[in-house]
């Protein structure tokens, strides 16, 4: 069955410190793609970042990275130097078509709550 | 990113109240999505539309009726809610419903069923 665990509910850092959030996902799926989002308080979730189950190269944007490793079924979010406008929920998110074709359905985690204090 | 709208942002009813929450989405796409976002409970899919046509329910009990006019606009119909059904309710968007395709997400309208 699809899952996606964000195991972390909360992370407080002070700003200017790394934060990673964790996510590991499963699926029996060959081609799936992976995604975050990222919810501030307005409630809108933003789009952040897209792979597919083929790219396992790491990805920088920024102060955000990503390390995906096929071999743990992770995809984790590594912010550099934290910034207050950081604070926020986090959510990753996996899309398969497991028996329904090419046909997605995304299947979020419970979200990682992040604080950042100044 | 400004692509998909929600209105009301805030609604606050009583249980024997008909309200409607509108999704307006300027992407061009041809698949829209309802959302429910409760505390503490990760997002859960209520509805699916591709080209106007509603594909997926996921078990949503019928004071929940969707409504899809034409492409850009989506509605969710509420009557005789309960207090339980409060919660975030987050509209979305994608090109078509393959599995690579990313789902924009507006900023939800807020609802308390008093």
């Known amino acids: 069955a699809q899952k996606v665990t964000q195991a972390q509910t909360e992370i407080s850092v002070v700003e200017k410190e790394d934060v990673t959030l964790d996510c590991v996902y499963e699926?029996?799926?060959?081609?799936?793609?992976l995604f975050w989002y990222k919810q501030p308080p307005s409630g809108e979730l933003v789009f952040l970042i897209r792979?597919?189950?083929?790219?396992?190269q790491n990805e920088i944007s920024g102060r955000y990275s990503w390390n995906f490793q096929k071999s743990t079924s992770s995809f984790n979010f590594t912010i550099t130097a934290s910034q207050v406008v950081d604070s926020a929920v986090y959510f990753c998110a996996l899309s398969d078509a497991y028996g329904s074709g090419n046909t997605g359905k995304l299947i979020f985690g419970q979200g990682t709550t992040l604080q950042v204090k100044p | 990113e400004t692509g998909v709208t929600q209105t009301p942002r805030h609604l606050v009813m009583g249980m024997t109240n008909k309200k409607s929450l509108k999704c307006e989405q300027h992407?061009?796409?041809?698949?829209m999505y309802w959302y429910k976002q409760s505390a503490k409970k990760p997002l859960e899919l209520m509805f699916v539309y591709s080209l106007e046509e509603r594909v997926e329910n996921n078990s949503v009990p019928s004071r929940f009726s969707p409504e899809c006019p034409n492409s850009s606009h989506l509605f969710l119909h509420l009557h005789t809610l309960q207090p339980e059904d409060s919660a975030l309710y987050l509209c979305?968007?994608?090109?078509?419903?393959?599995?690579?395709?990313?789902?924009?997400f507006g900023p939800g309208t807020r609802l308390l069923v008093l």
């Open positions: 992407l061009g796409h041809n698949a």
């Open positions: 979305a968007s994608s090109q078509d419903r393959a599995v690579q395709e990313t789902q924009y």
């Open positions: 792979r597919n189950s083929f790219d396992e």
């Open positions: 699926t029996r799926d060959t081609t799936y793609y």
